[in-house]
């Protein structure tokens, strides 16, 4: 995730949100990653945002909420990560097209937005899933593939 992100050339200050964040990992890899980006993660989780939040409150440019992240405006994000259900995933698609600006990157983390054709793919190591970039509003897959007539 961190390479597609980084082959995205996001500007040295970028928004990054982590749409549920559970335990930190993704936020603190990011934060280490772009030193001058805000990282913002967001958990509606009680405990596991807590755990974040302990993780990380040294990283000066973390900041972990906790937050249902569909009730959030995302209109400053440059980027989005999430690794999220599959029953989430359309839901999210629709919030998506709603709330960032044209051109955002997301990233998801095995599981994908099936309406949508992501512009890059690159095979998660061990067990983890695929990882798949877009830049928003991604193709629709029915546009992509001539299935709209």
């Keep these: 995730m961190l390479l597609l992100l980084r082959d995205a ?9 982590d749409l549920g964040c559970g ?28 755990v974040a939040r302990l993780r990380t409150w040294r990283l000066p440019n973390v900041s972990v ?41 997301v990233v998801t983390v095995t599981f994908w937005f099936r309406d949508r054709s992501p512009a890059t793919i690159k095979d998660g190591p061990g067990l983890r899933g695929a990882v798949a970039l877009y830049v928003w509003p991604a193709t629709s897959r029915r546009a992509s593939t001539g299935l709209d007539s």
């Design 9 to 17: 050339n996001l500007s040295k200050s970028a928004v990054i949100y």
């Design 23 to 50: 335990w930190g990992s993704l936020p603190i890899a990011l934060a280490k990653t772009f030193l001058d980006a805000r990282v913002k993660g967001m958990e509606i989780s009680p405990f596991p945002c807590l």
């Design 65 to 105: 909420a906790a937050k249902n992240f569909y009730k959030f405006d995302l209109a400053d994000a440059d980027a989005v990560t999430c690794y999220l259900m599959p029953s989430a995933m359309s839901r999210l698609s629709k919030f998506l097209d709603e709330k960032v600006r044209p051109g955002t990157v």
